[in-house]
Each structure stands twice: as C-alpha cells, then as structure tokens.
C-alpha cells in the first residue's frame, strides 16, 4: 500500500497583505462565501480571552497595560517595573536566563518578562497560558501573570511600590521585593537608568495613564507574525483564487471541457515547490509553506519521519502543544506524526463555527491529491492518531 504523508498547520491569526501572492485568506473566505471575515484573534482579546495591548512597541504595551484601567499605576510606579523587567529579559516574552530563548519554562532557569525561575511560579504561568488559550510566550499573557501575581502572593510588592514619588525609589522597590536579584547581577544602577529613560519616553510620545494610544497588533504575541505568514502562505499556494476552485471537493477545479485532474497544483504551488517529491506529498507541501514564508528555511523538503523529529529538536523555533484537541491548536501550529506504516499532515484554519462552508484544514495526500480544503472529520482524524505531535512554529530563524 502507498504511504499516505499529511500536514496539518493551525490558521487562527489576523493576516496582514502576502507581497507574493494576490489572494489573502480574508479575500478568498469573503469572496467565496459572501460573509464577513472572522478574527479568532481579534474576537479572543474582545472578550477577555488575550488581552489587547496598545503600543509600538513591548515598552510601551507594558507602559499603558500597567498604568491602564484595572491596573492604574501611576507613570512612576510603572516606569520602576519596566526598568526591572528591561534588565530582567529585555521585556522578550521568549527570553531565558543568560540570553537564551525559551519557548516552555525549565524549572530552576529564569524564564519570560519576569524570569520566573521556581517550579510553582512557572506553573502559574502556565495555568495563565492555559487559561487565555494563548502561547506562554504571549506578552499579555505574560503581564496578566505578572499583575496576578502583584495581587495575590506578592501583593506586598504592590503595596511598597505604590506611592514611591522618584523613579530610582520605584526601581529600587520592585527589584527588592519582587525580582530579589544576586547582588553579583542586580545591576540596580541599569535598573534605574532604564526606568527613568521609560518614563522620558512616555512623556515625549504622550503615553498618559490610561490611554488607549494605537494598538498595532492587537493580541501581542511573538508567533503573530510567523504565523500569518504561514497561513498566508499555504492558502495561497492551495487556492489560486475563489473562481478557481470546486466547491464541492475543495480542489482546483477543471478547466471548461476538461475532466478534473486532482495532480494539477496551483501555479503559484508549482512555482514555489521545493521539488522534494510529488505535488501531492503533504510533507512537501509543509516544507515548501515554510521555506516560502520565511519561518523556517532550514525545514526538512519532504517525509513526516524526518519533520516530526525536527520540530521536536528544536524547541527555541517551535512550542510542543500538549493538548490534542481543536481547543489548544494555536495559529499556525504544525500537526504531524509518523508511525512507521504511514504519516499524515495538514493546516488547521479554525472551528467549523467560524470557517463558512464547514473546511477547516488544509492537506496534500501522496498519490491522492494536491493541496486543497478538507473538513473537521478529516482533523478529528488526524487527531486520534497514535504519536501525534503538534507544534507551534514560534518565528523565522
């Protein structure tokens, strides 16, 4: 019997214009099925399940997240955490101890904004991740950590920084009822240095208390932007474009007097083919997805039995999803196993319940067919299959 290899990659995310390919996911969903795009993104940090965090930048999404409603820390009190975190991580979300990157904690090794570094406090954000249906790298995720933990079991850190009136008196507060550095590392003097610059900077570009400023990505999180180039990407290698398509078997569809040739790729999946097997190799079409976007250029051309053990071998480019249900697949999340006899892979586009015309993944099949739409029983599927490993590609290398 032919092997049968299949990708499957989760498509959650809000997708910004692909130069390379005219058709965006957006495009292509309201233009064949007459209806509003939905963004599982977008919708998640409205109703408090991410959070919306505005600013250009990490420093100033923690600056207006701290000094915001529900939090409202005075420009001072927040500047004096900012500088601890500054020094702490460089406010990277993925940031280890000694400048390494991380996409889970270890226990003992200081991980995130924070540098959570003991078991039970890295379990707590875990539990936060959990909790958001969001990667533990995520910054708001990491700042809701952050201000539950100043609430609870390190209220009194919150208590002896509120009401510090100099920003060297804030930094110095948070650094030691809060971070408690070595005093080899405790760098109070760069801890304050950065706290003051946070707050010039805040009054230069009119970060006041509370303002809602201009949010430029929404749910911050490190893997956004990969992952819509991802799922930019496999569309647009999948569907040329909505005219173009059967609707009925989610493949290209014959051109006028001709019969369907479920071996004929798009043009743009032609072009861009990694050339490592046949168009209808679904581990080809995972590898060309991610060489073509950019996210992974190093990703293995072809067979599930070689890709499975490279995204599991390289934890700083890709974070192990434990939970093997529809709930827990993040944006972009690669699904693939092998088991000896056979592998499959797809692209996960999102529930049946936002994704009109019932088609949530994107698959390619040897010898059966190119990359096209497929349907929740096909995931579900794949889902009950013995050695599975779901991934969640974290950014280009």
Request: charged fraction near 15%.
């Amino acid at each position: 019997m032919m092997k049968r290899f299949w990708l499957i990659m989760a498509l959650f995310v809000t997708l910004a214009p692909l130069q390379a390919l005219a058709t965006t996911y957006n495009d292509l969903h309201a233009a064949t099925y007459d209806t509003t795009w939905y963004d599982r993104l977008a919708q998640a940090c409205a109703t408090g399940n991410g959070t919306q965090l505005q600013g250009n930048d990490n420093v100033e999404k923690a600056f207006r997240f701290l000094t915001g409603p529900g939090h409202d820390l005075t420009p001072i009190e927040a500047a004096g955490i900012i500088g601890n975190l500054l020094e702490e991580s460089g406010l990277n979300p993925n940031n280890g101890e000694n400048g390494t990157k991380f996409t889970l904690p270890v226990a003992g090794v200081g991980f995130g904004i924070a540098q959570w570094t003991t078991a039970d406090r890295q379990a707590g954000l875990e539990a936060e991740s959990a909790t958001e249906k969001l990667p533990i790298v995520d910054l708001g995720v990491q700042l809701n950590y952050l201000w539950h933990e100043l609430t609870t079991s390190y209220a009194p850190s919150l208590a002896a920084l509120k009401g510090q009136t100099t920003v060297d008196a804030a930094a110095t507060s948070f650094m030691n009822t809060f971070e408690h550095p070595r005093s080899d590392v405790a760098h109070l003097d760069v801890r304050i240095k950065d706290a003051e610059d946070t707050l010039n900077l805040a009054q230069q570009k009119g970060w006041t208390a509370g303002t809602a400023g201009n949010p430029t990505s929404g749910c911050s999180s490190v893997l956004s932007e990969a992952n819509g180039n991802i799922v930019q990407t496999a569309i647009g290698l999948a569907w040329c474009s909505p005219t173009c398509v059967n609707q009925q078997t989610r493949q290209l569809a014959p051109p006028p007097g001709t019969a369907h040739n479920p071996y004929t790729p798009t043009d743009a999946y032609r072009q861009a083919w990694d050339k490592a097997s046949d168009y209808t190799d679904c581990g080809a079409f995972v590898a060309t997805v991610m060489i073509t976007s950019g996210v992974d250029r190093d990703y293995p051309k072809v067979s599930t039995a070689v890709q499975q053990p490279y995204v599991l071998s390289h934890p700083q480019e890709y974070q192990v999803v434990k939970d093997h249900n529809t709930g827990a697949l993040h944006p972009g999340d690669i699904l693939v196993f092998n088991n000896g006899a056979e592998g499959h892979t797809m692209i996960y586009m999102g529930p049946n319940s936002t994704v009109a015309g019932g088609f949530v993944v994107i698959d390619a099949s040897l010898g059966d067919h190119t990359p096209q739409l497929n349907t929740p029983g096909d995931l579900q599927w794949m889902l009950t299959q013995p050695n599975l490993t779901i991934v969640t590609p974290l950014g280009a290398k």
